[in-house]
């Protein structure tokens, strides 16, 4: 398999997974401002959304859509617990979390990389800490998401916030949370994917 990515980017999230996973595969690098590889392709011959993540298989097929990858990859390790089995009320709760990453939280960002008025930026940074918030109550209990053990959807989430810094949005009001961060930078899986894009 190769992952194909962008430092820092929400590629980031199916990389850890990769680590955490255990599987054995390859990356290239993407510049997405002129959608070339490192290698030299036309990334858009390859993916023709011009967005990372994207995962090439093994028989040359690709798989976009970074909620979507990780499950995938998730499913080629069962024994790692990174998913719950498909079509457990379980695999559902996941895919609740997915969803919920990447349209209300993901998408929340999105704003704060193109240019805003003052206004504008702290309109959408308090967008984000209304979703920081629910997230900070539901660890207040919670060692991962989903309870006691990491998934596929602790890898988006992390990398997601990863860009706060980035962003100028404080976190610290969020102690659940910032420990969570924390608990996830942590592990070996996460830092080998950091390690490898640059992060760390």
């Known amino acids: 398999m190769k992952l194909y990515l962008t430092p820092g980017a929400c590629s980031l999230s199916p990389h850890i997974v990769l680590h955490e996973a255990g599987l054995t595969f390859d990356t ?81 960002y999105s704003p704060l990389f193109r240019p805003l008025t003052d206004e504008q930026g702290a309109a959408a940074r308090a967008h984000i800490l209304t979703r920081v918030a629910h997230i900070d109550t539901v660890l207040a209990n919670r060692t991962w998401l989903m309870g006691d053990t990491f998934t596929v959807a602790d890898a988006y989430l992390f990398t997601v916030l990863s860009w706060s810094r980035m962003a100028k949005v404080d976190l610290s009001a969020y102690p659940n949370v910032t420990a969570y961060l924390g608990r996830v930078a942590e592990r070996p899986g996460v830092q080998k994917a950091l390690i490898a894009e640059g992060l760390a």
């Not at 002129?34 to 040359?60: E, R």
């Not at 390790?77 to 379980?90: N, S, W």
């Open 28 to 108: 290239e690098r993407v510049d997405l401002r002129d959608k070339t590889t490192s290698g030299g392709a036309n990334f858009k011959d390859i993916n023709p959304k011009g967005q990372v993540p994207t995962l090439q298989l093994d028989d040359g097929e690709i798989l976009t859509e970074g909620a979507v990858i990780v499950q995938y990859l998730a499913d080629l390790a069962p024994g790692t617990d990174l998913a719950p089995p498909a079509g457990t009320r379980e695999r559902y709760r996941l895919q609740e979390w997915l969803n919920y990453i990447a349209a209300e939280v993901h998408k929340a």
